[in-house]
Nanobody, 126 residues
Framework: QVHLVESGGGLVQAGDSLRLSCAAS????????LGWFRQAPGKEREFVAA????????DYADSVKGRFTISRDNAKNTLYLQMNSLEPGDTAVYFC???????????????????WGQGTQVTVSS
């Protein structure tokens, strides 16, 4: 059975950094597109970042571009999200996701992803 488990969330102040991790078990995801999404209270879940199976291509939501960096370690079957210069607007539950479809152009769509973690809370105080 496939499991994605996020960690690294917490309560920080504006301007601080956090690194989220997403450990996968049950199968390897070295050939899959992996992504991060987030859901703030009272809002829809939204795309944050995605990375190709090789790590050669990445994509970011405009709101996090230049502040967040997505990366992956296929040997460890782990996905990361380095978040710098955090803002109160980044407060949300962050989810990692993996897709079985070897395609890049749907990377921002939630329906593209087959597997989801349970989420980790990130709270940024002003």
């Amino acid at each position: 059975q496939v499991h994605l488990v996020e960690s690294g969330g917490g309560l920080v102040q504006a301007g601080d950094s956090l690194r989220l991790s997403c450990a996968a078990s049950g199968r390897t995801f070295s050939n899959n597109v992996l992504g991060w999404f987030r859901q703030a209270p009272g809002k829809e879940r939204e795309f944050v970042a995605a990375i190709t199976w090789s790590g050669g291509d990445t994509d970011y939501a405009d709101s996090v571009k230049g502040r967040f960096t997505i990366s992956r370690d296929n040997a460890k079957n782990t996905l990361y999200l380095q978040m710098n210069s955090l803002e109160p607007g980044d407060t949300a539950v962050y989810f990692c996701a993996a897709s079985d479809v070897r395609s890049w152009y749907q990377r921002q769509l939630q329906r593209f992803y087959n597997y989801w973690g349970q989420g980790t809370q990130v709270t940024v105080s002003s």
